[in-house]
């Protein structure tokens, strides 16, 4: 699935999850599948604490590593003390800026259910529709930006090593050379 299309999954899910949760005591609940449910649940709470949550699978499947998974592999990776703090440091920036562009994105998201419920002009909705996007796609970018970023940290040696532990074998399709 594309990362365009996968967004729009997860924002219209998200929105439906956000009115199922505030929907009025009576109101007609979703059918949707409990495992939607989760998901969407899991999602949130992984924006509110900064988390990727697979935003950032393309760089990493390609061979561009994470600051996350890096220091959970420091000692296979055999990190210098320099490198252990500037992996750190990337993790830390990250981190702080993908829990404001999250609460950005969950706002938004709130906002745009709220026009529905409202029964906003389409005009108005589109443009809430089309602000939810963009931020979850600022979103995203923190987390590839910073997988930019990490992969200049490490040696030739240590990304293949890197691949080897996430992907396993002599690397995973989409891993780059």
Known sequence: MSARRWMGVAALA????????????????????????????????????????????????????????????????????EQQAAVERLFADMKA???ARGKEVLAAEEQLEKSFA?????????????????????????HLAAHLEAKKLLTAEQLTIYRHLRWGGAGHAHSAP
């Open 118 to 142: 409202e029964g906003r002009p389409e005009a108005e909705l589109r443009e809430e529709s089309y602000r939810v996007a963009t931020l979850r796609a600022e979103l995203r970018w923190v």
């Open 97 to 99: 800026k993908a829990v």
């Open 14 to 81: 998200a929105g439906v999850v956000a009115t199922q949760e505030h929907a009025p005591p009576g109101a007609a609940r979703s059918t949707m599948p409990a495992a939607h449910h989760e998901f969407l649940r899991q999602e949130r709470a992984a924006i509110e604490r900064g988390e990727g949550f697979g935003m950032a699978l393309a760089a990493d499947r390609s061979g561009y590593p994470g600051p996350k998974h890096i220091l959970e592999l420091k000692e296979q990776l055999k990190l210098t003390a």
